[in-house]
């Protein structure tokens, strides 16, 4: 269709992939058809481009014509937000000349925009599982007369138990829909799910089963690193000559943001990217990668689904991937249609074992991974970095000074406020800023024989003697017990 050609070559996008070479033909007839194809191939526009071709804009002469305008003719189903937000915008590219409607719907964010979205008409619809059952169960989204289905990334749906979801989605759209599932695995679950809901479906492999599911372009290294040096190790590494964007997969949300908050003190733009960020953060945090304001983004497994960013030139596993699958998708986010990229991944000393089975699973040559250091030759060699590099762009942050004495600067007896712990300032005023002169000691004794009111008693004989210039020895008081009578004294007389 010449209005969808138009709008990709606007965008430089003018060859097709081998995915797309290989699916487009048969998707355009209607066919049902399964697409293996690892991460980074431009599956997206394989199933985004007979999706828009077979769907009826508002402007087109038959669109009144259509059994219930106004209700969505297609609906991409995609396991997370990040990659239904992605998925959207290659869409929207797409048909930017064709005047279709799009809505992308998710969790995290208000129903609000939503619900008016859909009572005003959408063709199109992207989304999550979780909020498309949702809306269908309150009878906002119309499902039933959907043209095309496309599951994508089915196999990520299964790992985060979207099955049963995607299982009732397909049960409330017609059964002449035409369906398109895309994964980069094909569990047993998958084949069954395609089975039991597709018709006859044709299998299409971009790449032969000899290639494997990794990233040709991508140079791979992977290293026995420290936890206490990761830190200084990767900010050498994000100093290597040729780094442009760089993402850094972490097993754990806290350490997402632990390592991001560690590199941005370090003077690196680095944002964190993890469940527990608010959806407005999240998407504030991939626009800023995209573009280009932060080049470095510290991302949990599930959070980085749907990056899809250009010129990704290094991945970083901080952590040990769980097991293949996450290694071939954490490295896929570089080297990406064509491009080169570089992975490096940390092995702890715990998780040899686990490193050793997704180095025999994928048949990789790095059964022992190579002690590493920030200090290490082969580092810096191999990654072209600077040996006179340094692990902070910036000096940390100054701490407050300390003086002697107290723990926050101050001295024995002052307070925060400058008063001292008897109510006397550093130059002689009371609290109240009136003279709190000693009228009297401690004894009760006036100070320089000043007379003191009656009610001051006097002093015990003996107890008071001269102290030199004048001044009087404080006295002693000595506790008295609970009967009334002095330590070690027979008992007062009244006076």
């Not at 929207?92 to 969790?107: D, E, H, P």
């Not at 809901?197 to 492999?205: A, Q, W």
């Not at 920030?374 to 942050?397: C, E, M, W, Y």
Request: glycine fraction near 8%; hydrophobic fraction near 35%; include cysteine.
């Amino acid at each position: 269709m010449p209005e969808i050609a138009d709008a990709l070559a606007d965008k430089g996008i003018i060859e097709a992939f081998p995915i797309q070479e290989m699916t487009l033909s048969v998707a355009l007839m209607g066919t049902d058809l399964i697409g293996q194809a690892r991460t980074g191939t431009g599956k997206t526009l394989a199933f985004a481009i007979p999706v828009i071709q077979r769907t009826v804009a508002p402007h087109d002469a038959d669109y009144d014509q259509l059994v219930a305008p106004g209700k969505p003719q297609a609906l991409i189903v995609a396991p997370t937000r990040e990659l239904a937000i992605q998925v959207a915008n290659d869409v929207k590219t797409a048909s930017k000349n064709r005047g279709t409607r799009m809505l992308t719907i998710y969790g995290g964010v208000p129903y609000e925009p939503q619900l008016e979205a859909l009572e005003t008409g959408v063709d199109i619809v992207v989304g999550t599982p979780g909020r498309i059952l949702d809306l269908v169960n309150r009878r906002a989204l119309d499902i039933s007369h959907v043209k095309s289905l496309v599951l994508d990334e089915a196999d990520e749906m299964l790992d985060l138990g979207f099955l049963p979801d995607v299982e009732s989605i397909l049960a409330r759209t017609p059964e002449t829909r035409q369906t398109m599932l895309f994964s980069a695995t094909m569990p047993s679950s998958i084949v069954t799910l395609a089975r039991k809901h597709m018709h006859h479906p044709m299998n299409i492999r971009a790449e032969s089963a000899e290639s494997g599911q990794m990233v040709p372009a991508t140079s791979q290294f992977v290293w026995q690193a420290h936890d206490m040096d990761k830190p200084e190790v990767v900010a050498r590494i994000l100093q290597a000559d040729d780094v442009e964007r760089v993402v850094v997969f972490t097993r754990t949300k806290r350490q997402a943001q632990r390592v991001a908050d560690d590199l941005a003190d370090r003077g690196f733009p680095a944002s964190p990217l993890h469940g527990d960020m608010a959806q407005k953060a999240r998407e504030k945090a991939l626009d800023g990668f995209r573009e280009g304001k932060v080049s470095i983004l510290v991302a949990t497994d599930v959070a980085a689904r749907g990056i899809d960013v250009a010129n990704i030139s290094h991945v970083i596993n901080y952590t040990c991937p769980e097991d293949d699958k996450t290694y071939v998708h954490r490295i896929g986010r570089t080297g990406r249609a064509g491009a080169s990229g570089i992975a490096v991944t940390f092995v702890d000393w715990a998780d040899l074992q686990r490193w050793k089975l997704i180095n025999k699973a994928l048949d990789l040559p790095y059964d022992e991974p190579l002690e590493t250091y920030s200090t290490s030759d082969h580092l810096f060699q191999d990654l072209g970095i600077d040996r006179n590099v340094k692990g902070r762009l910036k000096p940390p942050a100054p701490k407050e000074p300390r003086s002697e004495g107290g723990r926050d600067g101050r001295r024995d007896g002052q307070r925060r406020d400058g008063q001292r712990r008897d109510g006397q300032s550093r130059d002689g005023q009371s609290r109240d800023g009136g003279d709190r002169s000693r009228q009297r000691t401690r004894g009760g004794k006036p100070v320089e024989g000043e007379a003191r009111p009656a009610e001051t008693a006097p002093a015990a004989s003996g107890e008071d003697q001269p102290a030199g210039e004048g001044q009087a020895r404080r006295r002693r008081r000595r506790r008295r017990p609970s009967g009334g009578q002095a330590s070690g004294s027979a008992p007062a007389s009244a006076s």
